[in-house]
């Protein structure tokens, strides 16, 4: 297929990630963006094996392990200090492992890509809506200005995406009764040093998350729920300083710090799912696809390889419906599993139900005691499923091969 012109609405990381496949490949690439100035929004993040792939794939792997910080496992304990979670991507190759990395420093690295490879940044266009003009899509904006024809639209506007429910009305994306409230504050105990994600549970109506996103910089997570996360309800930072020392002791000092800082940003999450991703020449990818709670750390991974998946069918397709077929093919099964993984195991781990918590602990305490089923969640964990029985394996250098 010969060069296309294709819009990209949302410059967030799967949108941007397929911008710069999209301009590498020599196709006509524009981004269009709400924000006049784009910017990282969210929390510090895990890149599994599977993203930090895409990463190398556009040039960028090494600026992201400088950037941030390396992790080489999970550790969750519940309050009685009982480890739940403990897996290491060192079960599934020696030199595996996962990074954790701040928004800022991500997007960073993918917008200075994205303008490398010589896409067009179009900023201060809200997309409300997408028409078709023949085998063509055109993007519409709040203020009726017409963006396009386009060969391809892809929509990765995000979970709370405007685009989702005009292509595709009867598409559901609920919000989960539960997100959580996050900060990013110095790691003045050095508990990046042990390469670990680490979390504490009680029950499954408190959990405290400690992931280290640079050399010298943790992010905290604390689980609240959906109600308490509304803009103009005020946080209760007495209390969750009570109920977070009493639950991590030894992560007193950077809770203090955080709840003395008072900096905390509120995150809630949706379960999308479609019928399918694509309608003619409009492709969802990303969170508006397949957003979901971030229980597994998939979500900016599923994007990434979305990014890589549609570029590689652009290159092997001999039109649009026939790209659109292969990347249903290549994404639809694991974007589907791990959709579906974290909706399930959502309840066990943020919601009203603390009973769940006793099974939660007795099956995974001794899951991650055996090592067949150790492996097969590091697998989960690492990106690797394509579905409930099928996954993929690590190359011989311990990389997930795209
Ligand atoms: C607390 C929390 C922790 C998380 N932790 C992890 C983790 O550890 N690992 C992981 O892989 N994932 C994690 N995720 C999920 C991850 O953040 C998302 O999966 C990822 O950001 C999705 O990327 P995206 O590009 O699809 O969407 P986004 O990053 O949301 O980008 C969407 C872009 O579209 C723009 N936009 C929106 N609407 C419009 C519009 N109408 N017109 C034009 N532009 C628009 C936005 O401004 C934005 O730039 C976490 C999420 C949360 C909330």
């Known amino acids: 297929m010969g060069s296309l012109e294709i819009g990209i609405v949302g410059c967030g990381i799967a949108g941007q990630a397929a911008a710069g496949f999209l301009a590498d490949a020599g196709h006509v690439v524009t981004l269009l963006e709400r924000f006049e100035q784009p910017q990282a929004v969210g929390a510090g993040l895990l890149l599994q094996p599977t993203g930090l792939s895409v990463l190398r794939a556009l040039g960028l792997e090494q600026e992201a392990v400088a950037a941030g910080a390396r992790i080489d496992g999970i550790l969750g304990e519940n309050q009685w200090g009982v480890r739940v979670i403990d897996l290491a991507y060192g079960d599934l190759h020696p030199a595996a492992f996962a990074l954790g990395i701040g928004r800022s420093p991500l997007f960073d690295l993918l917008h200075r890509r994205v303008l490398g490879a010589g896409a067009r940044l179009v900023t201060g266009v809200e997309i409300v809506d997408v028409e078709r003009e023949g085998a063509r899509a055109v993007a519409l904006d709040r203020k009726a200005r017409r963006h396009g024809p386009f060969d391809l639209l892809v929509v990765a506007d995000g979970a709370s995406s405007a685009l989702r429910p005009r292509v595709f009305p009867r598409a559901r994306a609920p919000v989960y009764p539960w997100g959580c409230i996050w900060a990013t504050v110095p790691d003045t105990h050095a508990f990046g040093a042990t390469g670990l994600l680490r979390q504490r549970f009680f ?200």
Not at 271 to 288: F, T, Y
Not at 318 to 327: C, L
Not at 332 to 339: A, K, L
Not at 367 to 389: I, V
């Open 203 to 402: 029950g499954t109506s408190a959990m405290l998350g400690l992931l280290p996103v640079a050399s010298d910089r943790l992010t905290l997570f604390w689980s609240l729920p959906t109600a308490e996360l509304e803009a103009d309800w005020p946080l209760d930072l007495a209390a969750i300083r009570r109920k977070a020392l009493a639950l991590w002791p030894d992560a007193a000092a950077i809770v203090e710090r955080a709840v003395d800082a008072g900096a905390f940003a509120r995150a809630t999450y949706r379960h999308v799912s479609l019928p399918r991703c694509n309608e003619g020449p409009v492709l969802l990818i990303g969170d508006a696809a397949h957003g979901t709670s971030p229980q597994l750390g998939q979500g900016a991974n599923l994007g990434l390889l979305d990014a890589h998946a549609l570029a590689r069918s652009l290159a092997e397709a001999g039109d649009v419906p026939q790209a659109m077929e292969r990347f249903a093919a290549r994404r639809g099964t694991s974007n589907r599993f791990y959709g579906t993984a974290s909706h399930l195991l959502t309840p066990f781990f943020q919601s009203h139900h603390d009973l769940l918590a006793i099974p939660r602990d007795l099956v995974l305490h001794r899951a991650c005691l055996t090592p067949p089923a150790r492996r097969m969640l590091a697998a989960s964990l690492a990106g690797l499923r394509r579905g409930w029985w099928t996954a993929d394996t690590l190359d011989a250098d311990g990389r997930y091969p795209l």
